[in-house]
């Protein structure tokens, strides 16, 4: 009986001096399930050994079959361009409910867009919602209520913000309020900039809940004939790729699909789209997080490399790295934008359109955490109750309270403090 596979074959992902105690023992536990699954696949009941399978790791995101490229992720950069127009669109105060809806839930052919090729797709973001096989297909009505959360804060928009535009935001009165450095923010009655909200959910909701639990999911990798169909170089009808390739470059165009190198895109991390791809580059930019963006770079690339080879083991182990990385990366934007808030509003002066702005962006993150998937569990990090539970913490409405213009700075250390501790790094780290 021996080891088929290295820790550093598996994972391509190092234990550095900056790492504290807590991360490094939480990496080795997963490096440890990952192993023990390799162990057992490398004995047979006579203890015969199976010979490890080589990987050729190439150093870009380049995959071909015949000198044709395998890789093809399209939807998922036609679905990012919709969401950045919806966002845009939030701030657009001459729109209506009914337009605003009409974008997020577009229809193949409405001129919903100013790009005439998303006016043309019969994609939307709408659907692809709370839509992952591994939370939401057994979960309708779990599903159907986030839907119509995002439903609700896009119509409350056009609604009760938008009839305020030229009024001043006051407690209990939707309108602008004015930075100390100029600019405006829009906010709800109770202080809520809804277009942060609807931006930083669908890093969750639709980016987030897409990559980690459904096209990462061993259910949707190996669905059907996949691993058959892989092995025997099959590919989808009228396609140069096969199913399995396919899910995977999907997940990977939810982080890269807008990027000027589709191939290597990290030397634009963060400056490719408004969503998951510019909050990697955020974190990737803290001193106490550097090089999140090559782990999780490396980690979609060996996994792709490793469905080229026939190595599930080496591919499962990557796409637990990437449900661990990138659950990190909304958390510590969660915590980032409440400490960011706490500090704004322990100001002598506070500036509260700055620190409603920072709020909002955390709320987002906040709601984000429910579609995260912990790679030791398979459940997420923080279920919907909980999720609810933070929510009414620091935007409290209950009982006629109005929201950020009441909440505390000890509510916001409170609910940023759980959810350090549950991803193992601190408020500092996190907040700075």
Not at 46 to 67: G, L, M, Q
Request: aromatic share 10%.
């Amino acid at each position: 009986m021996i080891f088929t596979y290295t820790f550093a074959s598996l994972f391509k992902i190092s234990l550095n001096k900056n790492m504290n105690l807590k991360k490094m023992k939480r990496t080795l536990n997963i490096l440890a399930v990952f192993l023990i699954l390799t162990t057992l696949s490398g004995c047979g009941d006579d203890d015969t050994v199976t010979p490890p399978i080589a990987i050729d790791e190439p150093t870009t995101y380049v995959f071909s079959r015949d000198d044709v490229s395998t890789v093809s992720f399209t939807g998922q950069t036609t679905r990012i361009a919709m969401a950045e127009e919806i966002v845009a669109a939030m701030e657009n105060s001459t729109l209506t409910a009914n337009s605003l809806k009409a974008m997020f839930n577009h229809n193949e052919g409405d001129i919903d867009f100013s790009n005439a090729e998303l006016n043309a797709s019969g994609k939307n973001v709408r659907s692809k919602v709370a839509a992952s096989n591994n939370f939401f297909a057994a979960n309708t009505t779990r599903a159907n209520e986030i839907k119509a959360d995002f439903d609700t804060w896009i119509s409350s928009q056009a609604n009760d913000v938008f009839p305020n535009w030229g009024t001043g935001a006051v407690k209990g009165v939707a309108g602008g309020i004015q930075e100390a450095e100029g600019g405006f923010r829009y906010v709800n009655a109770n202080g809520l900039a809804y277009n942060q909200v609807v931006a930083k959910s669908l890093i969750g909701g639709l980016i987030g809940d897409q990559i980690l639990n459904n096209y990462l999911s061993a259910t949707v990798l190996d669905a059907g004939s996949n691993r058959s169909n892989q092995e025997a170089g099959i590919a989808e009808d009228g396609e140069n790729f096969s199913t399995m390739e396919h899910n995977w470059d999907e997940a990977y165009g939810y982080v890269y699909g807008t990027s000027q190198d589709e191939a290597s895109p990290n030397a634009t991390i963060g400056s490719d789209d408004s969503f998951l791809n510019k909050y990697i580059g955020s974190v990737d930019g803290d001193t106490d997080f550097s090089g999140i963006a090559d782990d999780i770079f490396n980690a979609f690339k060996l996994g792709r490399a490793a469905i080229v080879a026939g190595d599930y083991i080496v591919r499962d182990a990557q796409a637990a790295i990437l449900r661990q990385k990138i659950a990190e990366i909304i958390a510590i934007r969660a915590v980032y934008y409440l400490q960011q808030g706490k500090t704004g509003l322990e100001a002598a002066a506070p500036d509260m359109a700055s620190v409603f702005h920072d709020l909002s962006k955390g709320f987002g993150f906040v709601y984000s955490l429910q579609f995260t998937q912990d790679p030791l569990t398979s459940a997420p990090f923080f279920t919907g109750s909980e999720v609810e539970g933070f929510i009414n913490t620091i935007y409290p409405t209950a009982s006629g309270a109005n929201g950020f213009w009441e909440v505390t700075p000890a509510n916001l250390q409170t609910v940023s403090e759980a959810i350090a501790a549950e991803f193992d790094f601190t408020v500092s780290e996190a907040g700075s």
